[in-house]
């Protein structure tokens, strides 16, 4: 009973810093303009996922405590009260209500609320309650697929176990779905990440080859962000379209802004045609119409200059801002047909709010894929730069400049914390320089070992998940702990228990969620921290966290082969035991698809794959022929070269670009680097 009653008392504790966790996560994540709605939601969600992961080590330590108490014959006593007998004990265990409460919450979040929210978020809508109206609207199409899945699956269970009973039924089938997706998902990204992270921590060792591929995940970072300025202007000219539009028709007659005259005095109706893109409508929804275009305008304008040195390369004006038009229209009223509109009865009426809402929706998208792509892009030349003056032998250390000059806009642009004074510059380089020279390479391949050991580890738990032998280390582990606790009854061996469980569940779920994060379709759900990501992407992974952590830790316990009857996460999980295909088969495939996608992984397949259907994995770019490669690699050099003169000289002057001592050194570089 110590031991439960220990366990009671960690449980608040463990409750409040993961509270404060999850806030101190989310904050440093989030933008200043987030919404505390949505502030707060991530951070119940995260924190919910982050419980995840913390309750069961805890879990199983009372699982042990109990089942040892069971097989020395002291639980008799104990459990003789009627009222603390339910379930072969699991109510007496602490963790069962948690776990309930954190399950179905996060069902409810991972496959309601926060796509609904994602939705709001994403919409065109200029009101609120058009946007949650919108969100809505659109998740019911996933919500109506879902509802048709899972009352076939209910149909189904209920003619196998010849039972209506609600409760046998729908609780099993919801949680088998919901688990199926996750453990299919949980396969194909563990399958990559046991072997991609070993091989990243070998590759990334030696500082020269990891220069090699940030300069080379550099030039196709510039590549993504030209191509998300393009997307930019494409729809901010389909937006000065429509201004211009309105503009003409404001200085036209009556005629032709509403489209539709009655001659009363004369018995009859004379319709003039209205000329294309008019607006055929009532005067209060022309007044609607103008203030939802005055609020599309302002939002282009808040970005204005994002981006301005790249908007040059369009033929702008490289000042980014007002709303003169890139491409006029040939009559100079929005007749032309370059805006998606065709001609004849198909034509797409551009003086319609609803044609502003979907400009809007894909203004908000790439606005936040151009941010999103500059980011990235200076983060890697950033990171380009300091190892290629930590490898430079030229650099004094008492003249280095090692501060990332922020622009003016401060959530678009990564900023760096102020170094206090130059002393604390130089030491700070001079730790850089030693960790990158002497330490680096030792540090990252015991790392490289280590997690490889561990992929091992988990490969043979996952293989022999059929086998009736047990096979897995980690359970090998666990029941020498619990003999050594039989020998030394005290916290220290619980303590050492719950680690020793901890470990392997913490390294699956980063090799999950890394692979996950390497895949850069994803974009603007990237998280960012300094306070850089927006409130899609934080709702986008919380989603992911809370639908993918269960499965992952379902999938832990099956690894495992533990005695789980006394095991609060089990006794939940325990009713997909009834679905015949998805509960059980499925838990036993699993672990060939784990199999195949590590083989694919070793092999450089499972890039080749996610690059022909077009998913661009951040180790698929390295991809290529030598000369490619190459030739990207002299790009990211010229890429440092020009951030270095923007850096040292400021904005770029008509009359040309001076020289800089920091260009004349990456000049150098750009000869003796070693690729």
Known sequence: MS????????????????????????????????????????????GFGFAAVALLPIDLSYASVALMNASAGNDTSENSNDDEVHDDGIVNNPTYLPWRITYWTTFLLAWFILPITREVLTSGQFTFYHRLKDGISNSFRGLIIMMICGITSMIAMA???????????VLPV????????GLLLVALLLGNGLVNIPKRYWREACPAKELRRALIMTTNAEEELFEAVMELEDVEDKIEVVCQTAVCLKDDDDYG????????????????????????????????????????????????????????????????????????????????????????????????IKYLVSLSGLLTTAQERVTSAQLRCDSLIEHSRLLSKLLDDDTPVTNIRVEFESESNTDILITSSSVPNRCCRNLRFSLQRTWVRYLRYPVYRC???????????????????????????????????????????????????????????????????????????????????NRQSTGVALIFNAQYLVRLQFSLGYNYLLMLKYDMTHCAFNKIMSDMSTIPFFGTSFTVYAPLVIVAVCLFTLCDFYMKILRFVGIEHEDSLLLGEEDELESKVNEGIQLMNRDAERRWNGPRPLGGISSSPEKESLNGRRRNLIV
């Open 447 to 529: 790392i490289a070992i280590i997690t490889a050991i561990l992929s091992v580890f988990v490969l043979l738990s996952e293989v022999t998940l059929g086998v009736p032998l047990n096979l897995s280390p980690f359970s090998w582990t666990l029941h020498a702990l619990d003999r050594y606790h039989k020998e030394h009854n005290n916290s220290t061996s619980r303590f050492l228990f719950q680690v020793t469980a901890l470990i392997p569940l913490l390294y699956l779920s980063l090799c999950v969620y890394t692979c996950l994060a390497q895949i850069s379709q994803l974009g603007p759900f990237c998280l960012r921290s």
């Open 257 to 352: 802004m509403l489209g539709v005259i009655s001659n009363e005095e004369g018995g009859g109706r004379h319709q003039r045609r209205p000329r294309r893109g008019c607006c055929i409508c009532k005067v209060d929804e022309v007044t609607k119409f103008h203030e939802c275009l005055e609020e599309l305008v302002r939002r282009k304008n808040e970005t204005a200059d994002l981006c301005s040195e790249r908007r040059t390369r369009r033929g702008g004006d490289g000042n980014g801002g007002g709303i003169s038009p890139r491409r006029r229209s040939s009559s100079g009223c929005g007749d032309n047909d370059d805006d998606g509109r065709n001609n004849g009865d198909g034509e797409v009426n551009t003086m319609d």
């Open 159 to 169: 003619i196998h176990m010849k039972s209506y009973h609600l409760v046998t039924i």
């Open 174 to 181: 919801l949680m088998a779905l919901g688990n199926t997706y």
């Open 3 to 46: 031991s439960t009653n220990t366990n009671q008392t960690l449980l608040p504790a463990l409750s409040i810093l993961l509270l404060l966790s999850s806030s101190y996560f989310v904050i440093q994540h989030a933008k200043r303009q987030t919404s505390c709605v949505v502030i707060l939601l991530s951070i119940l969600s995260f």
